[in-house]
């Protein structure tokens, strides 16, 4: 399933001329492409990502005043599309989409700016399969990071127990319809803590 927030008539080509398995496109609704100037897109109305809680508050009287996010910026529509449309896919997956809303197992998100190495369904079956036998707590799967420095010659061999952090661990992310109802019990905090972050 591929999932895009964007229409770009060349990716959809590509994704329909795949013919060594089923395939189906989906389309965000919400896309930054088709909301220009409203929400989820950038409006008059909002608040610059720097404007001063106060000033925001009551001079500018922007329409997201109250909602700065953790760090005191104001939502940058280009980012917040990120959580959004992750959000809504994931949605669509484990509840919309018939080929899929009675599927049990794991399923894998994959972004269109990721590399996907030749062996990572295997990789991702040998995880399951530790997942299963471990006696750690552990929900999400993932096969890539976004460390700046890897020694792939020493740690090559290696799958890491930690805790999970959004900025570091969405790459070749993995989980069941079990990690994603744990999830959905959280959405309230998911979707009200920031329009980004995690």
């Known amino acids: 399933i591929f999932s895009h927030d964007v229409w770009d008539e060349d990716l959809n080509y590509l994704v329909r001329s795949i013919d060594f398995t089923e395939v189906m ?51 940058e529509a280009q980012f917040t599309q990120t959580k959004h449309h992750w959000w809504w896919k994931a949605n669509q997956v484990f509840h919309n989409l018939q080929a899929t809303k009675n599927f049990q197992g794991t399923i894998l998100f994959l972004e269109e700016d990721h590399y996907a190495s030749e062996d990572f369904l295997h990789v991702l079956s040998l995880m399951i399969t530790e997942k299963k036998k471990s006696s750690s707590k ?48 959280c959405s309230s905090s998911f979707c009200k803590y920031d329009d980004y972050n995690w």
């Not at 000033?55 to 104001?74: F, K, Q, V």
């Not at 290696?158 to 744990?182: L, P, Y």
């Open 138 to 185: 552990i929900d999400i799967l993932c096969l890539g990071t976004y460390l700046r420095k890897f020694n792939f010659q020493s740690n090559s061999k290696q799958a890491e127990v930690t805790e999970w952090i959004s900025s570091k661990h969405n790459m070749g992310m993995a989980f069941t319809r079990k990690e994603w109802n744990t999830i959905v019990s």
């Open 25 to 75: 496109q989906i389309f965000y609704p919400f896309s930054l492409q088709t909301h220009t100037h409203t929400f989820p897109g950038e409006s008059k109305k909002d608040c610059p990502r720097d404007a001063k809680i106060h000033s925001a508050r009551r001079e500018m009287l922007c329409t997201n005043a109250a909602w700065p996010d953790i760090h005191g910026h104001y939502r």
